[in-house]
């Protein structure tokens, strides 16, 4: 976050016109008001867009215990192979729009998304998305260990991956499917235990227990529900894991085999791994395809000392997702005049598998209009599908893009590079990545081009989300 600037000259009280005031504070690419809060920065366009080559990062974090690696599954650094066609910038944002219904009907519903039933033939519904974000881990699985590369959300309370035999479908991923009879320390979970009824219902077969999830655009997994060996690291192993083996799955999932829940309930990771870890983890986001990130489990190596903290908050009507408190909104070091109201009346929260940022309609107003007038100087080019507000910078080698800050409750302000501003589709299209909630109620998204290369420090068991600058390239 910020630091302190200051101009000396040979230590001389000087008695400075304005116009030297802003050449002291001219530094570093950023351009700083007399009080000496950033305004803008000034960055080359080229360096907002991916390489064709992977870079992983050189992050802190892999000395880390219990650290995974982060990739954008989209990226040159992916294991799904298929994933390194071009992005459809319009099918991501059409994805990211049914994973943000689904969210907002689970808060105003007081559904969990999960519920277990009879086990079903349903038709395959290969059209439809999950809309579970961009960024994938690999895990072992099972005795001897299957590595699987996994969607990893916040937004998700159960860890499932797709299982031989598919006895309804199974959509194509890279790695094989996972196949439980060839694992040594697979067992089913039986239909009497508490943990088959945490799952909302009693779906049975037999004696053993099945999960069903679905999500809000008809995208599904379902199967047994079972234990198994779970590898993190070499070092770091989890036994007895209470996973979703999925018999019957469908959805457009990127080749991934399946997903890691990482939200806050009772079937979650989090929760599963509660007396390992302590209920905190961390991750950072890379600031393009191009980079990785990581994904942390537990205090080991600790977390940078640049971290500060919010309080998390409780979303109405909801118990899985982690709710923040946002009070308002910086630009070019202007506080945005938002009533506190138009915030607060729907809540927010912070989505690992939401792209863009969905601000109160009230909020994203004034925070376009002061963006555009900001950025009058540039060409605008055509809206690209939810995104509203672009420019075609192809003709230009470097831009003047202001500072966002967005100021959380306990006094912490995030701001974000531009990497964390924008939705680059070329360099003839990139948008400010931020789009209208329907109404001010509406629940709140903040998204993850927002926490591109901070370190996102969740502690839950202490209630509180902490964001640490440079988390990642």
Known sequence: MGGSFFCVFNGARLFLSLHM???????????????????????????????????????????????????????????????????????????????????????????????????????????????????????????????????????????WTQCEPCIGSCYTQSEPIFNPSQSSSYANISCASTSCSQLGGSGCSGSTCLYSITYGDQSFSMGFFATEKLTITPTEVIDNFEFGCGQDNSGLFGRAAGLVGLSDNSISFVEQTAAKYGKYFSYCLPSTTSYTGHLTFGKDGGAPSSVSFTPLSKVPQSTQFYGISILGITLGGNRLSIPSMAFSSGGAIIDSGTVITRLPPTAYSALRTAFRNAMANYTMAPALSILDTCYDFSKESTIKVPLITFSFAGGVDADLGPKGIFFIASASQVCLAFAPNRADSNLGIYGNTQQKTFEVVYDVAGGKLGFGSNGCS
Request: charged content about 15%.
């Open 21 to 159: 005031v802003m050449i002291c504070f001219m530094h570093k690419g950023y351009t700083y008001g007399v009080e000496g809060k950033i305004a803008s920065h000034t960055v080359s366009v080229s360096s907002l867009l991916p390489s064709p080559s992977c870079s992983p990062s050189t992050s802190k974090a892999s000395s880390r215990k219990s650290t995974l690696e982060v990739i954008h599954k989209h990226g040159p650094c992916s294991p799904l192979v298929q994933d390194h066609n071009p992005l459809n910038h319009t099918e991501v944002l059409l994805q990211d729009e049914s994973r943000v219904k689904w969210i907002q009907s689970q808060s105003s519903n007081r559904g969990d998304g999960l519920k277990a039933s009879a086990m079903v033939s349903l038709p395959a519904k290969s059209g439809f998305t999950i809309g579970t974000g961009n960024y994938v881990v690999t895990i072992g699985l099972g005795m001897p260990k299957k590595d699987l590369t996994l969607v990893f959300d916040t937004g998700s309370g159960l860890t």
